[in-house]
């Protein structure tokens, strides 16, 4: 067993694809309207955004797509701990 790439030490890989010119497109040009974005967020909170709405129940799924959404919130990209409780939103108070 050799030494891990910087990639695999952090859990990533690479990925190419082929995306129809419309797509990149619409990726452009929101990229240019929204400079703290850039491709590799984008594709991550839409991946990750995706396979959330289609049922994947996957803390570490949500987690990255919370953390390309919010980036500032530090919580989100910190590594999950094996036994980590769930936490639970308080429950809303009607007034």
Same mark, same amino acid.
């Given at each position: 067993?050799?030494?891990?790439?910087?990639?695999?030490? %952090?859990?990533?890989?690479?990925?190419?694809?082929?995306?129809?010119?419309?797509?990149?497109?619409?990726?452009?040009?929101?990229?240019?309207?929204?400079?703290?974005?850039?491709?590799?967020? &984008?594709? #991550?909170?839409?991946?990750?955004?995706?396979?959330?709405?289609?049922?994947? #129940?996957?803390?570490?799924?949500?987690?990255?797509?919370?953390?390309? &959404?919010?980036?500032?919130?530090? %919580?989100?990209? #910190?590594?999950? &701990?094996?036994?980590?409780?769930?936490?639970?939103?308080?429950?809303?108070?009607? &007034?």
């Amino acid at each position: 067993m050799g030494l891990k790439t910087e990639a695999e030490a %952090s859990g990533t890989v690479s990925l190419r694809a082929e995306v129809p010119e419309a797509l990149l497109s619409a990726m452009r040009g929101f990229i240019e309207c929204h400079p703290n974005w850039d491709q590799y967020r &984008l594709f #991550q909170a839409a991946l990750a955004g995706f396979l959330v709405q289609n049922g994947v #129940q996957s803390r570490e799924v949500t987690r990255c797509y919370l953390a390309n &959404l919010f980036p500032g919130q530090n %919580s989100f990209n #910190q590594p999950l &701990l094996a036994n980590e409780p769930v936490r639970r939103a308080a429950p809303i108070r009607r &007034l």
